[in-house]
Nanobody
Framework: QVHLVESGGGLVQAGGSLRLSCLVS????????MGWYRQAPGKQREWVAS????????SYTDSVKGRFTISRDNTKNTVYLQMNSLKPEDTAVYYC??????????WGQGTQVTVSS
């Protein structure tokens, strides 16, 4: 069982920045991938970014490339999503996720990000 808690969401003007944090606890030994998803009202959940435990390779959806950065701090058991040049279309609830080597998923409770125009 992996427990994830997101924080750092809030209200920001277009062009501004936010950094989301995901505190990871529980059985973290078999985590293969950490990532971020988001869901806007009336829309399906969208994958945003991922970082692999082995090697630290990162991937991003096209709409956030060059603006968002996913990173991890293993000493603090925390994964971050640095969001720069925010746009109104980035407004959504952002969820931290983990996938184990057995294919088991965990989700955080979500944190609201609102970008005003």
């Amino acid at each position: 069982q992996v427990h994830l808690v997101e924080s750092g969401g809030g209200l920001v003007q277009a062009g501004g920045s936010l950094r989301l944090s995901c505190l990871v606890s529980g059985n973290t030994f078999n985590i293969n991938t950490m990532g971020w998803y988001r869901q806007a009202p009336g829309k399906q959940r969208e994958w945003v970014a991922s970082v692999f435990s082995s090697g630290g390779r990162t991937s991003y959806t096209d709409s956030v490339k060059g603006r968002f950065t996913i990173s991890r701090d293993n000493t603090k058991n925390t994964v971050y999503l640095q969001m720069n040049s925010l746009k109104p279309e980035d407004t959504a609830v952002y969820y931290c996720t983990s996938v184990t080597t057995r294919g088991l998923d965990s989700w955080g409770q979500g944190t609201q990000v609102t970008v005003s125009s």
